[in-house]
Nanobody, 123 residues
């Protein structure tokens, strides 16, 4: 099973940008659809974005559409989340997720989770 490790989180100001990375172990990364979820303070974990195995298809939650961009580099076994124009409400622990299914449709279909990484947006 794939193992995931996130990096790139931190403390930024509103309006700033941040890029999260998720490095996957194993030689079968390209067979996994990938995604990002987040859990804000006192909130349930929510879907942020997903990307297909090839990277040709992406999807975003309405709350981040136009500000966040998901991408992947199968040669580097890494998926990225570029976050621009960050808002206070983007403060959360961000989780990388992988599924062996063609599409990462919901958290119930996740086969592997990263440990999570904190993103804090201040005013």
């Amino acid at each position: 099973q794939v193992q995931l490790v996130e990096s790139g989180g931190g403390l930024v100001q509103a309006g700033d940008s941040l890029r999260l990375s998720c490095a996957a172990s194993g030689r079968t990364f390209s067979t996994y659809a990938m995604g990002w979820f987040r859990q804000g303070p006192g909130k349930e974990r929510e879907f942020v974005s997903r990307i297909s195995r090839s990277g040709g298809s992406t999807y975003y939650a309405d709350s981040v559409k136009g500000r966040f961009t998901i991408s992947r580099d199968n040669a580097k076994n890494t998926v990225y989340l570029q976050m621009n124009s960050l808002k206070l409400e983007d403060t959360a622990v961000y989780y990388c997720a992988a599924t062996s299914r063609p599409i990462l449709g919901s958290s119930s279909l996740v086969d592997a989770w990263g440990q999570g990484i904190q993103v804090t947006v201040s005013s």
